[in-house]
Nanobody, 121 residues
Framework: VQLQASGGGLVQAGGSLRLSCAASGSIFSINHMGWYRQAPGKQRELVARITSGGSPNYADSVKGRFTISRDNAKNTVYLQMNSLKPEDTAVYYC????????????????WGQGTLVTVSS
């Protein structure tokens, strides 16, 4: 199983970016999917998460500015980021809890490779 993230880049404060992350490989089903970020010198933190049924939750710092969504048919999660601030600058990682069948059904957490978002002031 692989998670391939894309969509990062350089944007001015107040601008927008859309991140995408597609899961591929031997997948039976995907439970929750989410985005985390890690700024230089800081710990990785949860940005947004969405359940298999489409219920989202957000970090307080991004509520009202970021929107997480998913396309179950494409095994893809998106993060629409609006009104970006310099403090949003970080490497963004996608995460998915994926159920696989290998003699039995087991769920694992997988991570994408990270995509850099830089917001200039």
């Amino acid at each position: 199983v692989q998670l391939q993230a894309s969509g990062g880049g350089l944007v001015q404060a107040g601008g927008s970016l859309r991140l995408s992350c597609a899961a591929s490989g031997s997948i039976f089903s995907i439970n929750h999917m989410g985005w985390y970020r890690q700024a230089p010198g800081k710990q990785r933190e949860l940005v947004a998460r969405i359940t298999s049924g489409g219920s989202p939750n957000y970090a307080d710092s991004v509520k009202g500015r970021f929107t997480i969504s998913r396309d179950n048919a494409k095994n893809t999660v998106y993060l629409q980021m609006n009104s970006l601030k310099p403090e949003d600058t970080a490497v963004y990682y996608c995460n998915a809890n994926i159920r696989r069948y290998s003699g039995d059904y087991v769920s694992y957490d997988y991570w994408g490779q990270g995509t850099l978002v830089t917001v200039s002031s």
